[in-house]
Every structure is written in C-alpha cells, then in structure tokens.
C-alpha cells in the first residue's frame, strides 16, 4: 500500500497519560497535515508541516499537544496528559509540492478513558 | 478563520435519482475547494475538486459547481448507486489548511 499510513489505528488510554502516534505520508510528498475528528463532524486542521518545518499550528493544538516531523519524512503526534475531551480520530494527511489535493490516512481513533 | 457550512446533515434519495449537497463559505480568499467521501471507519477519500477560477467540473456521475460570489458550492451526484452511501465532506482550502463542513450522510434506498 504506497498510501499514508497511521499506527497505531487504535490507541486506549487512561486519563493522564501520554500517547503519542505515527504517520507516515506517501513518498516524496514534502507537506504534511494533522487533523482531529470527533463523531459526526468534519476534520479540524491542528497542524501543518513542509519538510521538517512546523509551519502552522491551530488555536486547537493546546500546549499539551505536540508534533515533530525530525527529518522531514514521518510525524508524530504527541498529547501529554490526555483528557477525555481529547477522545476523537486523529488523522494525517500528505501532498506533494505544487499541488493542493491532500490525501488522508486510515487515522488513529483515541479513546481516553 | 474559515468557516464551512453544509447542507443537508442528512440525505435519503432512491436508487437512480439525484443528490445534490450544497456548502457556503466565509473567507473570499479561499481558492480551493475539495469534496471527500468517508465509508464508514475508512479515510476521507477525494472524489472531485474545483479551483476558485472554475464555474463547473465533472467526473462521471459526480459534478461540482462554484459560485465565488455568493461563495457556494455545490456537489451533484446523478444516477445515485448504492455504493454512493457514504458521509460526503465539503471543505474550502486557505493557506494550505483544509476547513471542512460538518458532513452529509447520504443513504441510497435500492
């Protein structure tokens, strides 16, 4: 499969934990998004990568949360001290440069407990 | 910010008739607007999109159309499958983030 995949597809936790999750984008594509979807909603961007540079984080990505894309090829998504509320799918998108169709990953569906 | 509105939330048509989704946006700067269909428990797939210097693109049975100034859009299925049962998403494109609408789950009856 040479599309984005996430690991893991499932993650429960316990609140106050940390969990932390992979994507990994189609080959050479050098942009990189992270979205949050809870049911029955549209995803909401967090974050934007363009090689190893972070350039864009949303209001939603508190201080809790964080990413890393090191060598400008996979990401991890990192939330501290989950809550609850933090229970939704994360899912990771790539494209290439020079293009503005994004495609999705499978997405990591979080349940904090 | 960005702000995407869709409607119906929800969308029951025959097998064989037509579905049509419409979506309003806030920020005029947006110049990019993809359509995705999400099955359930599987990604959003891209299924059709339009740039903001196009009126109409088709693909098959599926088309969209953009008015930039009323800033709507909208997304017409023809000849409805069952296969076309699915959660559609509307999003607008701003600085290369993505702003989606809430969804429409369209159920195709056979």
């Known amino acids: 499969d040479t599309g984005v995949s996430q690991n893991p597809r499932h993650k429960i936790t316990k609140r106050g934990q940390n969990v932390t999750f992979r994507c990994d984008p189609i080959s050479e594509h050098n942009r990189l998004y992270w979205y949050r979807q809870t049911l029955g909603q549209g995803p909401e961007f967090l974050t934007y990568?363009?090689?190893?540079?972070?350039?864009?984080k949303s209001r939603l990505l508190s201080d809790r949360f964080s990413a890393e894309r090191p060598k400008g090829s996979f990401s991890t998504l990192e939330i501290q001290r989950t809550e609850q509320g933090d229970s939704a799918m994360y899912l990771c998108?790539?494209?290439?440069?020079?293009?503005?169709?994004?495609?999705f990953g499978p997405g990591t569906r979080l349940t904090v407990l | 910010g960005e702000n995407v509105e869709q409607h119906p939330s929800t969308l029951s048509v025959q097998e064989g008739d037509s579905a049509v989704i419409k979506c309003t946006y806030s920020?005029?700067?947006?110049?990019?607007f993809p359509w995705y269909k999400q099955e359930l428990g599987k990604r959003p797939q891209l299924i059709i999109d339009?740039?903001?210097?196009?009126g109409e693109k088709k693909d098959q049975r599926i088309a969209v159309t953009l008015n930039k100034t009323a800033k709507h859009f909208s997304l017409h299925i023809t000849e409805t499958q069952p296969e076309d049962s699915a959660v559609y998403f509307c999003?607008?494109?701003?600085?290369?983030?993505?702003?989606f609408g809430a969804g429409t789950t369209v159920t195709v009856r056979a």
């Open positions: 999003a607008a494109r701003n600085d290369y983030k993505l702003s």
């Open positions: 990568f363009q090689n190893e540079a972070q350039l864009e």
């Open positions: 339009i740039r903001s210097n196009v």
């Open positions: 920020d005029s700067a947006s110049n990019y």
């Open positions: 998108a790539s494209s290439p440069s020079g293009t503005r169709e994004q495609f």
